[in-house]
């Protein structure tokens, strides 16, 4: 079988020189030899990266807390749909189903969770993980966002980072060329639809820089909005909102990760790398205020935690410890999870909603209204 970079030379010898987006999608998704439909490792210690999962289980015992609350605001309808975008292992949605039917019984009868991934191999490798859920009824495995849910709760860590972007030079809109089989960076004039963006959410590159356009991004918004009648969508992930990005010049954040290390060439090893960009909030909000849904707040992910775990002391993430050192091992993971040398000031939380006139979400507890 050809290689994915050989694929990727043929098509623009085809068709000429290709939108970064194309290239980001070809080396992330393609059927094949896409970076997420390869059976190689991709999380944790023997992968490419962590995420918060891959902490510990209190991440995801956390936010069962959360979604009890957000099944609450909605009237404790008798079902609920739980629909994770981008599940990876599906360490999470284990978590949140395990400790739900422990500690929210009541919830746990409602909730019917959704775990969407596109990549075949991955599916499989859900339902092996989530097999006891899955034969009782209480998980599924989708290919594709469901539509049409009365009620519904959408949750998406990691996810938008890894949609594919258009990037934007001084120079014009990138395409990516080639030359004796090799990438060759080319500029074309951007549409309306890429100064829109710029104008609206973030801002024209100056010489010598460059910025991601997620069209992406905003079009999986629509189709959460439009994926329920009622319901809450929370989104976690690294990135920034337009303030931020003018006062800090948040350009360029286009990274690449193979084996824990982090490179800034996405043109190295196709298909064996995973590539990312941080995530434009204030574009999140914009289309999500468009297209029906109603913003309610956006905190770091150490205020999301703080705020639902705050009333307990944690005693999520401590149950079952009896000894101190498994005490000790708990309240260092807890740590990374929530302080800013860790993961807890580099991530935000999205808190979004649909049909709701009011919730009151112990995760905004902290929140300092940005």
Known sequence: MASLRDLITEEIRRDGPIPFARYMELCLYHPDLGYYTRSQEKFGKAGDFYTSSDVHAVFGRLLARQFEEMWRALGEPARLELVELGPGRGLFARDVLDWAAKKFPTFFSALHYVLVERSPLLRQRLFDTLREHVNHGKAEVAQALPTGRENAIVFANEFFDALPVDVIAHAGLLRVGEADGKPVETFVHPGDEHFDYLDRYS??????????????????????????????????????????????????????????????????????????????????EAAAEAAGMSRLGLVTQSQLLLGIGEESRFADAFEGCTLPQEHAKVALQLKHLVTPAGMGETFHALLLAKGIADANLSGLAFSSKR
């Open 203 to 284: 801002v024209r590159p100056q010489a010598g820089e460059r910025v991601e356009v997620s069209l992406e991004g905003l079009r999986h918004i629509e189709q959460i909005a439009g994926s329920m009648k009622r319901g809450f969508a929370l989104i976690i992930d690294y990135g920034y909102t337009r303030h931020e990005q003018v006062a800090g010049r948040h350009l360029d954040t286009l990274a690449c990760y193979r084996q824990h290390a982090m490179s800034s060439d996405p043109y190295e090893a196709p298909g064996e790398q995973d590539i990312t960009a941080h995530v434009n909030f204030t574009a999140l």
